[in-house]
C-alpha cells in the first residue's frame, strides 16, 4: 500500500473538513451577505462577549468557563508580569491526575530567553477543606524538578525569582496561574522537550507555617520550540569604567537587559541597574540575578512604551533610603553609566 | 440551492447538478486545487474532473455533507495530480505543506507495514478528535486545505510563531500517536 499521511487525510470525516474551511474562502463563494444570518451571528456573538464579561466578574460564573487554552487570555491582565501572552501562546492541554488533583499545562510561550506557561490545577477536593489557615489566594508554590533537554543535554531551569505560580482561585476547586521559567538569561535552543516532575504542590501560610503541602507526581514532557522572530536584540555595547551595558533582547512580554561591571563589590549588593520609561512611574525593573561580574534586568515590555532609560549605579553611594525612593534626577547623577534606547 | 436539492438533481441525472455545483462550489474547488497544484490550467482541469467525478458517483452515492463530499473529491484529484506531475519532475514548484507532512512521517514510521489504509483514517479521526479546537483548526487549515502560514495567521488571528509552534507541537503529537499505535495495534 502506498499509504501517505497527506493523501489519506483526505478521508478523514466531514466535519473536520467543514468546519476549518477557511473563512476567506467561503467570503469569496457566498458574496452576498445574508443580513439575517449576519444578524444572528451579531446576537450570539453578544450573547457569548456578555456571558464572558459576566463570568469574570462573577465567580460563580467563573466557574463553569472553560480555561484550557484560554488562560492568559483570563488572566494575563491581573499578574505583576503582565503582558499579551494569548497572542503568542499556545495550547498544550496536557493533564496529570495524582491524589485527587489534575494538574494541566494549559498554554505556553518561549520567546527565546524566558518560557512562559499557563497551568491549571483542579483539586477533587475544596482547597480550603486542605487546611483551615489563610493561605495566599494569587499564589500556588510547587516543588518541582524543572528542566529542558535536547540533543541528549539536560539543563536545569530558573524559576525567575517568583515562588511558584501567580494566577487566583477561580472556584473553590480550581487554581490558575502562569509560571515564568528561564535558563538564567542564556538562550533556550530552538527546539527542546520541556520537562516537569511536579512532587507537591504547596498552599501558601503565613510564616511560620510556610506552606501545606499536597503530595503527587505529577510528570510532563512536551516539546517545545522557541520563537525568537518576535524579539529585537540590540547590541549596546556601552562601556564607563569597565562598567557595561552589553545588549538589550525585547521580546512580546519581556526586556532583559544584560550587563557586566568590575569584580569589586565581592558580589551583587552594591550594584543595581535602574530602568525608566516613557510610561512607568519609578523604576520599570521588576527582577534582577546579578553574579559577580555580570548580571542581567527583566523589565516587563508593557511597562515601556517606545523609550527605555538605564543607568548603572553603585548604590552604595546613593541606597541609604532605598533606591526606589530617589527620583530619575537623583538617580542620574549617582550614575556610572546611562543609556538611552528607542524601541521600534 | 441547497445541497440536498443538488444532490437530488445528481440523482435525477439532470446536468443542471453541475452548473449549480460550480455556481455554489466552484471557486472553493478551484482555489483549494490551487493551493495544492500552484498552476491554473493544471487546477481548472482538476475542477472539471470533480464534477465529473460527482456525476459518476452520485447515485449510488448519497453524501451527508455534500460540501465535504465533493471537497474530498477535488483534493484527491489535485494530490494525485500533484504526484504525477512530481514523479518525472516536471515541475519545480512544490506544495510545501504535502511534503512537509509526508516526509516528517515517513522518516520516522513505516506505518504502511503494521496498519491499513483504514486502520490509519480511524486513528487520525481519532487524533483530530483529542486534538484542541485550536490546533485541530490550524492543523486541518495547514494540511488539508493548504493554507500558507501567512493565511493561516491571517484566518486565525494569530502571531506567526504561534502558528508554527502550534504546527511543529502537533506534528510531533501526530508521531507519537501513530508510532504508538503502530508498534501497540494488532
Not at chain 1, 10 to 23: L, S
Not at chain 1, 104 to 126: Q, R, W
Not at chain 1, 255 to 268: A, E, K, N
Not at chain 2, 154 to 174: N, P, Y
Amino acid at each position: 500500500m502506498e499509504s501517505n499521511i497527506a493523501k489519506l487525510l483526505t478521508e478523514v470525516d466531514d466535519i473536520y473538513v467543514t468546519e476549518t474551511i477557511p473563512q476567506k474562502i467561503c467570503d469569496e463563494v457566498y458574496q452576498r451577505r445574508n443580513l439575517h444570518a449576519f444578524s444572528k451571528i451579531a446576537v450570539a456573538s453578544l450573547a457569548i462577549i456578555l456571558s464572558l464579561l459576566i463570568g469574570m466578574a462573577n465567580p460563580v460564573w467563573a466557574q463553569n468557563l472553560p480555561f484550557i487554552g484560554k488562560i492568559f487570555e483570563f488572566i494575563q491582565e491581573k499578574i505583576d508580569f503582565s503582558g499579551i501572552y494569548s497572542y503568542y501562546a499556545t495550547e498544550i492541554g496536557e493533564a496529570t491526575i495524582s491524589n485527587g488533583v489534575k494538574i494541566t499545562l494549559s498554554e505556553c510561550y518561549c520567546d527565546g530567553l524566558n518560557l512562559y506557561i499557563a497551568y491549571e490545577i483542579v483539586s477533587d477536593k475544596p482547597f480550603e477543606e486542605y487546611t483551615e489557615k489563610d493561605y495566599m489566594k494569587k499564589q500556588i508554590d510547587y516543588s518541582a524538578n524543572l528542566y529542558i533537554s535536547f540533543e541528549g543535554k539536560k539543563i536545569a531551569l530558573d524559576d525567575t525569582g517568583v515562588s511558584g505560580l501567580e494566577g487566583e482561585f477561580v472556584n473553590k476547586n480550581t487554581f490558575i496561574g502562569v509560571e515564568t521559567l528561564s535558563l538564567n538569561g542564556k538562550a533556550f535552543p530552538e527546539k527542546f522537550d520541556l520537562n516537569i516532575l511536579i512532587n507537591n504542590i504547596q498552599l501558601l501560610l503565613p510564616y511560620p507555617d510556610n506552606e501545606f503541602e499536597i503530595h503527587g507526581t505529577w510528570e510532563f514532557e512536551i516539546p517545545m520550540e522557541s520563537n525568537t522572530e518576535d524579539c529585537q536584540v540590540l547590541d549596546v555595547e556601552l562601556e564607563v569604567e569597565k562598567h557595561s551595558i552589553d545588549r538589550v533582547v525585547i521580546s512580546p512580554i519581556m526586556i532583559t537587559v544584560y550587563s557586566s561591571y568590575p569584580d569589586i563589590y565581592s558580589g551583587t549588593v552594591d550594584y543595581d541597574l535602574v530602568a525608566f520609561s516613557d510610561i512607568w512611574e519609578g523604576n520599570a525593573a521588576i527582577q534582577g540575578i546579578y553574579d559577580a561580574t555580570s548580571g542581567i534586568t527583566r523589565i516587563p515590555r508593557y511597562r515601556v512604551k517606545s523609550q527605555l532609560e538605564l543607568y548603572v549605579i553603585d548604590s552604595s553611594t546613593i541606597d541609604a533610603i532605598g533606591i526606589e525612593r530617589y527620583s530619575r534626577k537623583e538617580i542620574s547623577e549617582h550614575a556610572i553609566l546611562y543609556t538611552k534606547i528607542d524601541l521600534q | 440551492m441547497e445541497d440536498s436539492k443538488i444532490i437530488e438533481l445528481y440523482e435525477e441525472r439532470s446536468e443542471k447538478a453541475i452548473i449549480e455545483t460550480q455556481g455554489k462550489y466552484g471557486r472553493m474547488i478551484l482555489n483549494l486545487c490551487s493551493r495544492i497544484l500552484k498552476n491554473r490550467p493544471d487546477s481548472e482541469e482538476c475542477e472539471n474532473d470533480t464534477y465529473l467525478g460527482c456525476w459518476n458517483s452520485i447515485p449510488p452515492q448519497k453524501p451527508l455533507s455534500f460540501k465535504a463530499y465533493i471537497l474530498k473529491i477535488a483534493r484527491n484529484l489535485a494530490i494525485k495530480r500533484y504526484e504525477y506531475i512530481h514523479a518525472d519532475k516536471r515541475d519545480i514548484d512544490k506544495c510545501i505543506p504535502y511534503d512537509e507532512l509526508n516526509n516528517f512521517i515517513s522518516n520516522q514510521v513505516d506505518i504502511d507495514e503494521l496498519l491499513s489504509e483504514n486502520q490509519i483514517i480511524e486513528s487520525l479521526n481519532l487524533f483530530l478528535r483529542n486534538l484542541p479546537d485550536e490546533s485541530r483548526k490550524v492543523f486541518m487549515l495547514r494540511y488539508w486545505h493548504f493554507l500558507s502560514v501567512k493565511e493561516i495567521m491571517s484566518e486565525c488571528k494569530m502571531s506567526k510563531s504561534k502558528v508554527e509552534s502550534m504546527l511543529f507541537r502537533t506534528r510531533k503529537k501526530l508521531k507519537d500517536f501513530l508510532e504508538e499505535r503502530s508498534f501497540y495495534g494488532e
